[in-house]
């Protein structure tokens, strides 16, 4: 019984990575720009809008934060303001989407929750 769950566990995981399409730098721009991504990460439940202008306004239940994104060639990078004194490291992915799920190079996920036009 506890190797059929574990199969059934490693075959849902392969499912959300397997068919995900890779974006390309134009397609992360297009698909997450001006978009929220909700997901969980440190613990918490996040919403992370990419504002336009390069900028991140994001929130948890812990309060909310700031940070920058950038696109570098097909992957995205985000630096999120920790410290004022500090000089942001940034942090880069490629991307991958399957329906509304971005897929980031460890494999962790997001929902995507795009604008209505």
Request: proline share 3%; net charge neutral; with cysteine.
């Amino acid at each position: 019984m506890r190797v059929l769950l574990l199969i059934t566990a490693a075959t849902l995981a392969l499912s959300t990575t397997a068919f995900a399409q890779s974006l390309s730098g134009d397609q992360i721009r297009e698909t997450l720009v001006g978009n929220t991504m909700s997901g969980f990460d440190d613990g918490e439940v996040f919403h992370e809008h990419l504002n336009p202008n390069g900028t991140i306004s994001g929130s948890t239940p812990s309060g909310n934060y700031s940070g920058r994104w950038r696109i570098s060639g097909d992957e995205i990078c985000f630096a999120y303001d920790t410290d004022a004194k500090s000089k942001p490291k940034w942090d880069c992915s490629e991307v991958r989407l399957r329906r509304n799920r971005i897929i980031w190079d460890d494999n962790t996920t997001a929902t995507l929750i795009r604008r209505t036009q």
